[in-house]
Structures are given as structure tokens and as C-alpha cells.
């Protein structure tokens, strides 16, 4: 079945530190991939996604390419800031036709910047 | 426009009662979908509809659970007969199914502790 291992946490930064979460998944053929954050007291929004081989996902500074080679979805941004303190989550989505498809998530990474 | 909305935000239960909780999805949305999130996890997949039809219910975790969305908006998901390991937070997500994306769009969901 679908599975995504992700890294785990908690990460504390300082600001302007240079991030990296690690994401690796396990699928059949070649799935949708994404990260959602969770900032306290929210919910689950996208943050960005690819779904194609190579694609990069990119949005607020972060980044994601989808490597098929090495079945990753790594998240990275240059400098974070205090107001990136969230969880992480990296997802994953079935290649299938028509309709949309469920999501299978990783266990999260909880991220925290410190000032 | 508005987003995803789940009521209540937060339900307590004593252990062999039921509870009904409810998503309204964004207006227009095809499909909807139920996930289950327990304390430090990631969500995880419980049934899925597109309108009113139930196509995968197979995240179930028991004949307990019972999840409806009788007109194609609303959706109750249902739990009887409650147990402790039922306390989790319910999240409930909504995508357009318009061809070529799959994005969810999720709900702040429900936090069920059940005593």
C-alpha cells in the first residue's frame, strides 16, 4: 500500500536558519505529492505540490522538487522566520483517473523558530 | 468565499454514547472526504463521497462509525456507541474534481474526547 515516512521531530531553529524536512514515500506508479502545514489552532492548509517527476512545488519561500529517482518530496526554505513555527505534513495522493483521490499523510514534523 | 466549516469544534462524550458530527464543504465541491487524526499523527483516511454517492468507506474503523451526505453538501459523520480510542480530532475536506486537480481544502475539524 501507499505509506509516506517523513522526519521526525520537533525541529527548533533561529530565525534566518536554513531548513530541510525530509520526505520519502512508497507508492504505486508515480502519486501526487504535497505539504500541508498546520499553524496552532488552524487547520490543515496546502502549502505546495507537485504532481509530476521533476516538478518543483514552490510557495511563501518554500520548496519541494519530486525526485522519482529517490521516491523524495523534500521541503526546504532558505531562511525561516518566527511565523513558520506549524507542523508539517508531507502527503501523497494515488495516480488514478477521474475523480479526486483520499490523501496518505506522514506523521508530521513540528517545527519551531525561535527569535 | 468561505472555507470548509466543522461543527462542533469540540465534543466530550462519556463512553458508550453517540455523537454526530457535521462538515459543510465549500460550496459547489464535488467531492468530500473524512479523515481521522489522533493525538501527534497525521490524518488518516475514512470514507470519501462524491455528491451523495459513498465510494470508499474502507477507512472505517468500525461498523460504529456511519458517515451520510444525503443531498450532496452536508456531511455528518456518525459515531455510536463511543469508545475511548474513538478521542481524536475529525477533520473533514473538500475538493472542486474539476479535471487536472486534486487539491483538498480542509475544515478546522472536530476535537472528540471521549471519557
Known amino acids: 500500500g501507499n505509506s509516506v515516512t517523513q522526519m521526525e521531530g520537533p525541529v527548533t531553529l533561529s530565525e534566518e536558519a536554513f531548513l530541510t524536512i525530509n520526505c520519502t514515500y512508497t507508492?504505486?506508479?508515480?502519486?501526487?505529492l504535497f505539504w500541508y502545514v498546520q499553524y496552532p489552532g488552524e487547520g490543515l492548509q496546502l502549502l505546495l505540490k507537485?504532481?509530476?517527476?521533476?516538478d518543483k512545488g514552490s510557495n511563501k519561500g518554500f520548496e519541494a522538487t519530486y525526485r522519482k529517482e529517490t521516491t523524495s518530496f523534500h521541503l526546504e526554505k532558505g531562511s525561516v522566520q518566527v511565523s513558520d513555527s506549524a507542523v508539517y505534513f508531507c502527503a501523497l495522493s494515488p495516480i488514478s483517473s477521474g475523480s479526486a483521490r483520499q490523501l496518505t499523510f506522514g506523521s508530521g514534523t513540528q517545527l519551531t523558530v525561535l527569535p | 468565499g468561505a472555507g470548509v466549516s466543522q461543527s462542533p469544534r469540540y465534543k466530550v462524550a462519556k463512553r458508550g454514547q453517540d455523537v454526530a458530527l457535521r462538515c459543510d464543504p465549500i460550496s459547489g465541491h464535488v467531492s468530500l472526504f473524512w479523515y481521522q487524526q489522533a493525538l501527534g499523527q497525521g490524518p488518516e483516511f475514512l470514507t470519501y463521497f462524491q455528491n451523495e454517492a459513498q465510494l470508499d468507506k474502507s477507512g472505517l474503523p468500525s461498523d460504529r462509525f456511519f458517515a451520510e451526505r444525503p443531498e450532496g453538501s452536508v456531511s455528518t459523520l456518525k459515531i455510536q456507541r463511543t469508545q475511548q480510542e474513538d478521542s481524536a480530532v475529525y477533520l473533514c475536506?473538500?475538493?472542486?474534481?474539476?479535471?487536472?486537480?486534486?487539491?483538498?481544502?480542509f475544515g478546522p475539524g472536530t476535537r472528540l474526547t471521549v471519557l
Open positions: 507537485a504532481t509530476k517527476a521533476d
Open positions: 475536506a473538500s475538493s472542486s474534481d474539476r479535471v487536472g486537480t486534486d487539491t483538498q481544502y
Open positions: 507508492a504505486t506508479g508515480y502519486p501526487s
